[in-house]
C-alpha cells in the first residue's frame, strides 16, 4: 500500500469518526441544540479538526443523509432488477423497500427529511450539495421507473409516473415525520407500519385503471396490490 492511499484510508477513517460521534450528538441533544465542540468531544478530537474534513455544522448534518440515500437506492435496484415479478407484485415490493429503509436507520432518514424541507441545503458546500441531489433524483427516477411498469402493465390508469412519484414520496415522509412527533409524545408506541399499509392502499385504488362496466355505470377501479397479493 502507497503512503497516498494510506492518508486517504486515514482520512476517511477519520471522517467516518466523526459522522457516528455527530449521529450520537444529533440524537442526544437534537441540531439546533448540539455544537461543533459536543461532536468533537464525543469524537475524542479537537474542534479544529472537525473543520479539516466538514465546513460547518450544517454539512456535518446533511453528510449524514448521504448513507441512507445510498440505501435507499440499493433498495429500489433490487426491486426493479427482480425478473418475474408481475407489476403489483413490483409495487408491493417498492412499499416493502421503503419500509425497511425506514427501519435500516429511522433517525438519519427522518434528518434527512428535515434536511429536504429546510434552509441547510443552502450552506452546503457544491459538492455535497450536488452529492444529495443526484442520490434523491435517483431515488426518484427509480420509483417513477416502478409507476411506470404499473402502467405499461395495466395496473394503474395513465397518470404522469414522475408526479406519482414524488406524491408516494412526500406522503412516506409526511407519514414519517407525524409517527416520529407522536413518538415523542408516547415512546411506547410506533404505528408506522400499519399506518404507511393504509395509506399505500388508500394511494393506490386512487391511481387504479377504472373499468368501465356499461355505459351508465362509473366503473370501478382494479387491481390494487394491497389486494391482490
Do not use: C
Request: aromatic letters at 10%; charged letters at 30%.
Amino acid at each position: 500500500m502507497g503512503i497516498q492511499e494510506r492518508k486517504e484510508r486515514e482520512r476517511e477513517r477519520r471522517r467516518q469518526q466523526i459522522i457516528v460521534a455527530a449521529k450520537r450528538v444529533f440524537s442526544e441533544k437534537g441540531f439546533n441544540r448540539a455544537t461543533m465542540e459536543d461532536i468533537a468531544q464525543e469524537a475524542e478530537l479537537s474542534p479544529g479538526t472537525l473543520y479539516l474534513y466538514f465546513k460547518n455544522k450544517d454539512e456535518l448534518y446533511a453528510s449524514l443523509s448521504l448513507r441512507i440515500l445510498q440505501y435507499l437506492n440499493m433498495r429500489l435496484d433490487h426491486v426493479i432488477k427482480e425478473e418475474g415479478i408481475e407489476p403489483a407484485k413490483r409495487i408491493e415490493a417498492l412499499k416493502a423497500a421503503i419500509y425497511d429503509v425506514y427501519q435500516f436507520d429511522p433517525l438519519i432518514l427522518i434528518n434527512l427529511f428535515h434536511l429536504q424541507s429546510s434552509e441547510t441545503l443552502k450552506n452546503l458546500s457544491p459538492e455535497l450539495f450536488d452529492d444529495i441531489q443526484k442520490l434523491s433524483s435517483g431515488s426518484l427516477d427509480r420509483i417513477t421507473i416502478l409507476f411506470r411498469s404499473g402502467i405499461d402493465g395495466g395496473l394503474f390508469d395513465s397518470f404522469d409516473p414522475v408526479v406519482l412519484a414524488e406524491i408516494l414520496w412526500s406522503l412516506f415522509s409526511g407519514m414519517v415525520l407525524w409517527e416520529e412527533s407522536k413518538r415523542i409524545l408516547d415512546d411506547d408506541n410506533n404505528f408506522l407500519k400499519d399506518t404507511l399499509d393504509m395509506a399505500f392502499e388508500i394511494f393506490l385504488r386512487g391511481i387504479g385503471k377504472v373499468r368501465e362496466e356499461d355505459p351508465g355505470s362509473k366503473g370501478h377501479r382494479i387491481g390494487h396490490p394491497a389486494s391482490s397479493i
